[in-house]
Nanobody, 119 residues
Framework: QVQLVESGGGVVQAEGSLRLSCAASGGTFNFAAMGWFRQAPGKERDFVASIDQSGGRTTYADSVKGRFTISRDNAKNTVYLQMNSLLPEDTAVYYC????????????WGQGTQVTVSS
């Protein structure tokens, strides 16, 4: 069974930075495209960024382009989300997710990590 564990959340002031990590176990990590999503209170969960199996292709939500960077280390079974120039509206629970070859949806999800940006 694939397990994903996020870490690195916390409280940061506006314009600050955080790096989230997501450690995967129980599957063949380099067979999975990985994504980061977030859910703010009272809102639906939204896409933030994704990265393909090799790390050569990334996509971002417009709201985070130029500020966030997704990356992965297949040797460590870990995906990262570097978040710079954080804004109060980035406050949310951040989730990582895995989508394995042959699947169109993210099937495996972590438990989430809270990011709070104070103004």
């Amino acid at each position: 069974q694939v397990q994903l564990v996020e870490s690195g959340g916390g409280v940061v002031q506006a314009e600050g930075s955080l790096r989230l990590s997501c450690a995967a176990s129980g599957g063949t990590f380099n067979f999975a495209a990985m994504g980061w999503f977030r859910q703010a209170p009272g809102k639906e969960r939204d896409f933030v960024a994704s990265i393909d199996q090799s790390g050569g292709r990334t996509t971002y939500a417009d709201s985070v382009k130029g500020r966030f960077t997704i990356s992965r280390d297949n040797a460590k079974n870990t995906v990262y989300l570097q978040m710079n120039s954080l804004l109060p509206e980035d406050t949310a629970v951040y989730y990582c997710a895995a989508r394995y070859l042959g699947n169109t949806k993210y099937r495996y999800w972590g438990q989430g990590t809270q990011v709070t940006v104070s103004s």
